[in-house]
């Protein structure tokens, strides 16, 4: 007799099958955001963290889902070829997992083939959903000029989400009219 796995393991699990299945297809189709099933894939406060460059977290799906958006645009307008292989997915208990990708592109440029070793983390809430994905590692790292501008993209989508939600920003500290933690920085 198989028992079934409490509704939050179930839906982690679907949540890992569809990053598994679908982040191959990123620079071809964008970030899937719902599973198979029409649930939603990401926690609405989902926060992306990006501690190794020293960049700001962010926090609320919109943000996220328009930062992967822009990450995308960015780098096919960069690289021909573009590809994403998942190299290994590793369960560290039922809320955390890490996933090894390798990216590769063709500088539209130069014409040189380039390879990046990536690792993420993503920690589920309660729900299944994922609530945390973190950049662990991008080995070789991107040079400065690219995390500054990295940096001057996320600000602005900050900035355009602040105006959505009628954000004042009071020197640095930043204060919300509407959901606090869609389109926080931290």
Same mark, same amino acid.
């Given at each position: ?10 839906? +982690?699990?679907r949540? @890992? ?15 899937? *955001?719902?599973? =198979?099933?029409?649930? =939603?894939? $990401?926690? =609405?406060?989902?926060?992306? %963290? ?8 962010? %926090? ?7 930062? +992967?958006g822009?990450?995308?645009? !960015?780098?096919?307008a ?5 590809? #994403? #292989? !998942? ?15 390798? #990216?590769?592109?063709?500088? %539209?440029?130069?014409?040189?083939? $380039?390879e990046? *070793?990536?690792?993420?983390? $993503? ?6 959903l ?7 590692? @991008?080995?070789? =790292?991107?040079?400065? /000029?690219? !995390?500054?501008?990295?940096?001057? #993209?996320?600000?602005?989508? @900050? ?11 009071c020197?640095?500290?930043?204060? /919300?009219?509407?959901?606090?933690? *869609?389109?926080? !920085?931290?």
């Open positions: 007799m198989r028992i079934p796995l409490p509704t939050p393991l179930n839906h +982690a699990g949540a @890992i099958n569809t990053l598994n299945e679908t982040l191959p297809q990123f620079f071809h189709e964008g970030l899937v *955001d719902i599973l =198979p099933n029409g649930a =939603p894939l $990401y926690s =609405p406060h989902v926060q992306l %963290r990006l501690r190794q460059f020293s960049l700001p977290s962010l %926090r609320g799906r919109g943000v996220y889902m328009r930062s +992967a822009v990450l995308r645009v !960015v780098f096919v960069l690289h021909a070829d573009t590809s #994403v #292989v !998942v190299k290994g997915v590793s369960l560290h208990d039922h809320r955390h997992v890490h996933m090894g990708l390798i #990216v590769n592109g063709t500088n %539209r440029l130069t014409q040189q083939r $380039y990046w *070793d990536v690792l993420f983390r $993503y920690a589920f809430d309660e729900a299944g994922v609530s945390t994905h973190e950049v662990l590692r @991008i080995h070789p =790292p991107p040079t400065t /000029s690219v !995390v500054e501008g990295l940096r001057a #993209v996320l600000a602005g989508l @900050i900035r355009e989400r602040n105006k959505e939600r009628g954000v004042v920003a020197g640095g500290a930043k204060a /919300s009219a509407g959901d606090a933690n *869609d389109g926080e !920085v931290r």
